[in-house]
């Protein structure tokens, strides 16, 4: 029996940090460069309430918008304290990596108020039980990682890098919002506990709906655009461009976690063989792609980015896989990627900072000049390698496992799993290889004495390291008869919160004897000792293919495209917003005509037929009149002339309401239309009296659309007054207008009584309208606004 | 033009004050009010022009355009129409306020009670709360068509 989660601690725990982001500028005044320490205090108290829910698992829930059964709620398991962990506590050490790192850096404020703001965001993300909520915060911490990689707002690198991070995450993000718009429709819940904990009964509705697949496939293209699997990785190389605190942040650790975390989130509810032919092919794909890219790389940066992309893909591969070990898989790897990874980047960090930079083949021989460094990148690289008996090297296993594993079982083409598995293995094993080898051999002699950096700065990269450390060292301990219990403990309950298969604790160590997936590390590690002479060889290969054939890469569609846009607008925009208002009339006329014709023909409806019960001599007279009075102002030579005749046309309106038994309506109109007559008079005083003929295409034109926008009026009007609505709508306000009103004038009553809101807000538009008047003509003068 | 602007108006506004207090039973209403009286106001601006109300009827010494806007009539209509809006606004809140004071739950944004006045001349004038919302929209629609109207005519 495990204890519910507290209420006020989770809720605390996802509001502390937006609230002291809110805080945060003034904060900063006070503090100046230490509010990187008041940040990482913050992320620790995060850390502390979270650990505080460990062992606990439930949903805490406050309505939201009852009446759509929107609520917030926050679920607390072993994937959401897994991530939550990784969130907060990669958050104070990264908070206070950046007192060193950031120094005398710009923009400082809206630094840690934007990275305070994600924290909580992903908080959010890991907690929410709610689908609504989930993607709320989810797009929250898109626009966080937007601000943040254009934190140079001055460098147009970072501007395109931020624009390309921003379309992505946030369109994958709609895509993933239309598919828990498919899961409502057919499941009428939006509670991911209720989804993830009782999946069969979902799962079934939702097939029964024909929505399945289509389902999957939106989320999948959310979660991939978010964790960068391929075709849509290209924003992470780019993403780089904000300081390295948030790259270690952001970009290995937490948000690019959010795609991988929603894969596994979903992972019990929706596992089918659909589901595992979309993820473990996707998955894969990533990891082998963007392994050769990073190989590809010359920047530091640059291959830590597409390794991350690659290891995500490895972890959506495992979640892909439908076995056990497919769900220890990811489960295991999210936490071992976040160990090594994290303290990698704030490593590049260092070398850029210290060493000035980031360029593979400038740098080498680090070690010397900084010996914590290197260790912390011995343990980290070797992990992200996947030698054992380093961290990266268990999951890497239950890899291996789980594709031999399907492999065995279905055949034939499933034999590409494991050969692909080791490929982009090998791959890794390369760039793992070739950036830990920045610290050995010969020291380039332009690199001149490397200081070393601040305690403030490597300290957190070495307790990362130690923890990666001490995660291998657990499986090596484990194949010596000590397991280590707290480990095996915390990812049983991740993998308890990802499997839709039964659980039964989880165990890794080193292997004694020779398995198949054990075979196929040796493989990997073999093939990369080989491959690494060649290393510049492959390198230079791919370069010179990717520059050969600009198709391969996916920045060149995504560049092609936006850029390709920019022309089209321009032309677009002088098509139909020249200036003139009689085009900008045309087209919103001509729009709102066929939006409105364009949505009957598809919901199929029709007018009425035997609405027409008014006629009466004295309306057909009085509608004739009007008719006459509108052809009368097309023909008017004059504006005044037109406007009167217009006028005649409003009378005979007004009148045919006074006919039809509308007194009120009849008083209004004429009042209304005797002071649009007396404005007009006011206003074309000023007025030429007649600008000219027109020619006779535009007429044409004009004639058309106007004839058009009639007959799609008068239709409206036909459908609308279709539906013959109860009769107890009229009946209950005749009968209630003075008893509840006080008034025989229900019109009146109504207006002023029972919609009487909605008249207050008819009243502050007209308010608002004469406002803006004001602002527009009224203040033109004092030369504020242009 | 003025002689017909000096016999209509006084009845134009006599009509609208009418129209007004009879609202709530008869054809009439604050916004059909708000809409006539503006009319009246109008049809001066047109008779006289624009100078005329400031400068003869208030006696205020404004020349300039921007002079009118800031200080002059438009400056009466534009707190005519916020007065209006509160008005409009606490005449509905008040009812909310009572219902939380008065009342164990809160009752609906607008609520009603009303009661007989007699007024010499007149007769029996019903006096409804929702009168003063009413008033409000009566503020707001003269105020706001008034702005609109005198800064488009000093144009």
Same mark, same amino acid.
């Given at each position: 029996?495990?204890?519910?989660?507290?209420?006020?601690?989770?809720?605390?725990?996802?509001?502390?940090?937006?609230?002291?982001?809110?805080?945060?500028?003034?904060?900063?005044?006070?503090?100046?460069?230490?509010?990187?320490?008041?940040?990482?205090?913050?992320?620790?108290?995060?850390?502390?309430?979270?650990?505080?829910?460990?062992?606990?698992?439930?949903?805490?829930?406050?309505?939201?918008?009852?009446?759509?059964?929107?609520?917030?709620?926050?679920?607390?398991?072993?994937?959401?304290?897994?991530?939550?962990?990784?969130?907060?506590?990669?958050?104070?050490?990264?908070?206070?990596?950046?007192?060193?790192?950031?120094?005398?850096?710009?923009?400082?404020?809206?630094?840690?108020?934007?990275?305070?703001?994600?924290?909580?965001?992903?908080?959010?993300?890991?907690?929410?039980?709610?689908?609504?909520?989930?993607?709320?915060?989810?797009?929250?911490?898109?626009?966080?990682?937007?601000?943040?990689?254009?934190?140079?707002?001055?460098?147009?690198?970072?501007?395109?890098?931020?624009?390309?991070?921003?379309?992505?995450?946030?369109?994958?993000?709609?895509?993933?919002?239309?598919?828990?718009?498919?899961?409502?429709?057919?499941?009428?819940?939006?509670?991911?506990?209720?989804?993830?904990?009782?999946?069969?009964?979902?799962?079934?509705?939702?097939?029964?709906?024909?929505?399945?697949?289509?389902?999957?496939?939106?989320?999948?293209?959310?979660?991939?655009?978010?964790?960068?699997?391929?075709?849509?990785?290209?924003?992470?190389?780019?993403?780089?461009?904000?300081?390295?605190?948030?790259?270690?942040?952001?970009?290995?650790?937490?948000?690019?976690?959010?795609?991988?975390?929603?894969?596994?989130?979903?992972?019990?509810?929706?596992?089918?063989?659909?589901?595992?032919?979309?993820?473990?092919?996707?998955?894969?794909?990533?990891?082998?792609?963007?392994?050769?890219?990073?190989?590809?790389?010359?920047?530091?940066?640059?291959?830590?980015?597409?390794?991350?992309?690659?290891?995500?893909?490895?972890?959506?591969?495992?979640?892909?896989?439908?076995?056990?070990?497919?769900?220890?898989?990811?489960?295991?790897?999210?936490?071992?990627?976040?160990?090594?990874?994290?303290?990698?980047?704030?490593?590049?960090?260092?070398?850029?900072?210290?060493?000035?930079?980031?360029?593979?083949?400038?740098? %080498?021989?680090?070690?010397?000049?900084?010996?914590?460094?290197?260790?912390?990148?011995?343990?980290?690289?070797?992990?992200?390698?996947?030698?054992?008996?380093?961290?990266?090297?268990?999951?890497?296993?239950?890899?291996?496992?789980?594709?031999?594993?399907?492999?065995?079982?279905?055949?034939?083409?499933?034999?590409?799993?494991?050969?692909?598995?080791?490929?982009?293995?090998?791959?890794?094993?390369?760039?793992?290889?070739?950036?830990?080898?920045?610290?050995?051999?010969?020291?380039?002699?332009?690199?001149?004495?490397?200081?070393?950096?601040?305690?403030?700065?490597?300290?957190?990269?070495?307790?990362?390291?130690?923890?990666?450390?001490?995660?291998?060292?657990?499986?090596?301990?484990?194949?010596?008869?000590?397991?280590?219990?707290?480990?095996?403990?915390?990812?049983?309950?991740?993998?308890?919160?990802?499997?839709?298969?039964?659980?039964?604790?989880?165990?890794?160590?080193?292997?004694?004897?020779?398995?198949?997936?054990?075979?196929?590390?040796?493989?990997?590690?073999?093939?990369?000792?080989?491959?690494?002479?060649?290393?510049?060889?492959?390198?230079?290969?791919?370069?010179?293919?990717?520059?050969?054939?600009?198709?391969?890469?996916?920045?060149?569609?995504?560049?092609?495209?936006?850029?390709?846009?920019?022309?089209?607008?321009?032309?677009?925009?002088?098509?139909?917003?020249?200036?003139?208002?009689?085009?900008?009339?045309?087209?919103?006329?001509?729009?709102?005509?066929?939006?409105?014709? %364009?949505?009957?023909?598809?919901?199929?409806?029709?007018?009425?037929?035997?609405?027409?019960?008014?006629?009466?001599?004295?309306?057909?007279?009085?509608?004739?009149?009007?008719?006459?009075?509108?052809?009368?102002?097309?023909?008017?030579?004059?504006?005044?002339?037109?406007?009167?005749?217009?006028?005649?046309?409003?009378?005979?309106?007004?009148?045919?309401?006074?006919?039809?038994?509308?007194?009120?309506?009849?008083?209004?109109?004429?009042?209304?239309?005797?002071?649009?007559?007396?404005?007009?008079?006011?206003?074309?005083?000023?007025?030429?009296?007649?600008?000219?003929?027109?020619?006779?295409?535009?007429?044409?034109?004009?004639?058309?659309?106007?004839?058009?926008?009639?007959?799609?009026?008068?239709?409206?009007?036909?459908?609308?007054?279709?539906?013959?609505?109860?009769?107890?709508?009229?009946?209950?306000?005749?009968?209630?207008?003075?008893?509840?009103? %006080?008034?025989?004038?229900?019109?009146?009553?109504?207006?002023?009584?029972?919609?009487?809101?909605?008249?207050?807000?008819?009243?502050?538009?007209?308010?608002?309208?004469?406002?803006?008047?004001?602002?527009?003509?009224?203040?033109?003068?004092?030369?504020?606004?242009? | 033009?003025?002689?017909?602007?000096?016999?209509?108006?006084?009845?134009?506004?006599?009509?609208?004050?009418?129209?007004?207090?009879?609202?709530?039973?008869?054809?009439?209403?604050?916004?059909?009010?708000?809409?006539?009286?503006?009319?009246?106001?109008?049809?001066?601006?047109?008779? +006289?022009?624009?100078?005329?109300?400031?400068?003869?009827?208030?006696?205020?010494?404004?020349?300039?355009?921007?002079?009118?806007?800031?200080?002059?009539?438009?400056?009466?209509?534009?707190?005519?129409?916020?007065?209006?809006?509160?008005?409009?606004?606490?005449?509905?809140?008040?009812?909310?306020?009572?219902? +939380?004071?008065?009342?164990?739950?809160?009752?609906?944004?607008?609520?009603?009670?009303?009661?007989?006045?007699?007024?010499?001349? +007149?007769?029996?004038?019903?006096?409804?709360?929702?009168?003063?919302?009413?008033?409000?929209?009566?503020?707001?629609?003269?105020?706001?068509?008034?702005?609109?109207?005198?800064?488009?005519?000093?144009?």
């Amino acid at each position: 029996m495990q204890p519910n989660p507290d209420s006020v601690a989770v809720v605390t725990l996802v509001a502390l940090p937006f609230l002291a982001a809110a805080a945060t500028p003034l904060v900063f005044r006070w503090l100046g460069e230490r509010t990187a320490y008041y940040a990482a205090t913050v992320a620790l108290a995060c850390f502390g309430l979270t650990a505080s829910q460990y062992g606990a698992t439930g949903t805490v829930s406050y309505a939201w918008v009852p009446a759509m059964d929107v609520s917030v709620r926050f679920y607390v398991d072993g994937l959401a304290l897994l991530v939550g962990f990784l969130a907060s506590g990669i958050g104070v050490l990264v908070f206070t990596y950046s007192a060193g790192y950031m120094h005398g850096e710009p923009g400082q404020a809206k630094y840690y108020t934007t990275l305070l703001a994600f924290l909580g965001s992903m908080l959010g993300v890991a907690f929410a039980a709610d689908l609504l909520a989930l993607y709320v915060f989810w797009e929250l911490t898109s626009i966080a990682s937007f601000i943040l990689i254009g934190h140079y707002t001055g460098e147009r690198s970072s501007r395109y890098a931020a624009r390309k991070s921003m379309l992505i995450t946030v369109g994958g993000g709609l895509f993933m919002l239309a598919g828990f718009l498919l899961v409502w429709s057919a499941t009428g819940t939006f509670d991911l506990h209720a989804l993830v904990t009782q999946p069969e009964q979902y799962r079934a509705m939702l097939r029964d709906a024909g929505l399945l697949l289509p389902a999957v496939a939106l989320i999948g293209v959310g979660a991939a655009a978010k964790s960068a699997q391929v075709p849509l990785h290209i924003w992470l190389p780019n993403a780089m461009e904000a300081p390295t605190p948030v790259s270690a942040f952001l970009h290995s650790a937490t948000m690019v976690k959010a795609g991988v975390y929603l894969v596994g989130r979903f992972r019990p509810f929706l596992l089918t063989d659909e589901w595992t032919l979309l993820f473990t092919v996707l998955g894969l794909l990533t990891m082998t792609v963007a392994a050769v890219l990073a190989v590809a790389s010359t920047d530091i940066k640059e291959l830590l980015a597409y390794s991350t992309a690659s290891h995500l893909g490895l972890i959506v591969a495992g979640f892909g896989f439908a076995s056990i070990y497919g769900a220890e898989t990811g489960a295991f790897h999210i936490l071992n990627h976040a160990l090594f990874k994290a303290p990698l980047f704030l490593v590049a960090g260092i070398i850029a900072h210290e060493a000035g930079t980031r360029r593979i083949a400038d740098l %080498g021989g680090l070690a010397d000049d900084l010996p914590i460094t290197a260790a912390v990148a011995v343990v980290a690289s070797l992990g992200m390698a996947g030698v054992p008996p380093f961290n990266g090297f268990y999951s890497k296993e239950l890899l291996f496992e789980s594709a031999w594993h399907a492999a065995e079982h279905a055949g034939g083409l499933a034999w590409l799993y494991p050969v692909v598995a080791v490929l982009g293995s090998v791959f890794t094993f390369l760039y793992s290889i070739r950036f830990l080898m920045l610290f050995f051999g010969e020291k380039p002699d332009a690199l001149s004495h490397v200081h070393r950096p601040p305690a403030s700065m490597w300290a957190p990269a070495a307790l990362l390291g130690a923890l990666a450390g001490l995660v291998g060292l657990g499986g090596v301990l484990a194949t010596l008869g000590v397991a280590p219990a707290p480990i095996d403990h915390f990812v049983a309950t991740v993998v308890g919160s990802v499997a839709a298969e039964s659980v039964h604790g989880f165990h890794y160590y080193v292997p004694t004897h020779l398995t198949p997936a054990f075979a196929m590390s040796l493989v990997t590690i073999a093939l990369g000792v080989v491959a690494y002479p060649f290393y510049g060889a492959i390198h230079d290969g791919v370069n010179a293919l990717l520059a050969a054939v600009p198709p391969l890469r996916a920045n060149w569609w995504y560049d092609s495209a936006v850029f390709g846009a920019n022309p089209a607008s321009v032309t677009v925009t002088d098509t139909v917003q020249n200036g003139l208002l009689r085009t900008y009339a045309t087209w919103t006329l001509g729009a709102a005509v066929a939006l409105t014709l %364009g949505g009957y023909v598809l919901a199929n409806v029709a007018p009425a037929v035997d609405t027409v019960t008014l006629v009466s001599a004295p309306i057909v007279l009085v509608l004739l009149v009007a008719v006459v009075a509108a052809f009368a102002v097309s023909i008017a030579p004059s504006h005044i002339a037109g406007v009167l005749t217009l006028s005649i046309l409003g009378f005979m309106v007004a009148i045919f309401y006074i006919l039809a038994s509308a007194p009120d309506l009849a008083l209004t109109q004429l009042v209304v239309e005797t002071l649009t007559l007396v404005i007009f008079v006011l206003v074309l005083d000023r007025l030429p009296a007649f600008y000219g003929e027109i020619k006779r295409s535009r007429a044409l034109r004009d004639g058309v659309l106007s004839v058009l926008v009639g007959a799609t009026v008068t239709l409206t009007v036909l459908v609308t007054t279709r539906a013959t609505p109860d009769k107890s709508i009229m009946e209950y306000y005749v009968s209630e207008s003075i008893p509840q009103g %006080g008034g025989g004038n229900i019109v009146n009553v109504i207006l002023v009584d029972f919609r009487g809101f909605d008249t207050l807000g008819e009243i502050s538009v007209i308010a608002m309208a004469a406002l803006s008047v004001l602002t527009l003509i009224g203040m033109r003068e004092r030369g504020e606004a242009s | 033009m003025r002689t017909v602007t000096r016999v209509t108006v006084p009845i134009i506004i006599l009509v609208s004050v009418a129209l007004f207090l009879q609202g709530h039973n008869q054809p009439g209403g604050g916004f059909i009010a708000g809409v006539l009286t503006s009319t009246a106001f109008a049809l001066v601006y047109i008779a +006289y022009g624009p100078e005329f109300l400031e400068n003869d009827i208030l006696g205020r010494d404004v020349d300039t355009a921007i002079e009118h806007l800031r200080h002059g009539v438009v400056a009466d209509y534009r707190r005519l129409y916020a007065a209006g809006l509160t008005l409009a606004a606490g005449s509905g809140l008040a009812a909310v306020l009572y219902g +939380y004071l008065y009342t164990d739950s809160g009752i609906p944004f607008m609520s009603q009670s009303y009661t007989f006045v007699h007024l010499p001349l +007149y007769g029996e004038l019903e006096v409804a709360s929702a009168l003063a919302f009413d008033l409000g929209v009566y503020a707001v629609v003269v105020g706001a068509v008034l702005t609109i109207l005198s800064v488009v005519g000093v144009e």
